[in-house]
């Protein structure tokens, strides 16, 4: 499969949020899908050798290439449609600094935006985009 993969905290309602933005605007169905939580995520945190313990942070794989936080961020931006694209003038910004503000966001989106009790669940219309 040649699709890049977004690893996100799946019971974070602001993480949640973020992936279906991502696949509202990927029309041509780009990306695939797994909470960190799940036994799919669980397999490509191994798989990478990154920490199964991680849940803080945004994840893109890209074939051999893994990128964390606000890299994986805009790198997932840079294929939305044109608009978004924009946003990628923020890699001017160097990434300790882009990083710093990811990480205080990440550490307060519980108390900001919530979490759920579990994981959610894909639509039936976006259930294949999700690996299993």
């Not at 949020?17 to 036994?39: E, G, M, P, T």
């Not at 803080?56 to 805009?74: M, P």
């Not at 503000?101 to 919530?114: D, P, S, T």
Request: charged share 20%.
């Amino acid at each position: 499969m040649n699709h890049p993969i977004i690893l996100f905290d799946g019971v974070c309602n602001f993480c949640n949020a973020s992936v279906n933005f991502v696949i509202k605007r990927d029309k041509n169905r780009i990306f695939r899908y797994a909470a960190l939580q799940s036994a799919a995520g669980q397999r490509l945190l191994e798989k990478y050798n990154l920490s199964c313990g991680v849940n803080d942070t945004f994840i893109l794989v890209e074939g051999k290439n893994i990128y964390q936080k606000s890299t994986a961020s805009l790198r997932v931006l840079k294929s939305l449609p044109f608009l978004w694209k924009l946003m990628l003038s923020l890699f001017l910004i160097p990434t300790s600094l882009r990083d710093l503000i990811y990480n205080f966001i990440a550490g307060n989106r519980y108390k900001w935006f919530g979490k759920r009790a579990e994981c959610m669940i894909p639509t039936p219309e976006v259930r294949n985009l999700f690996l299993k």
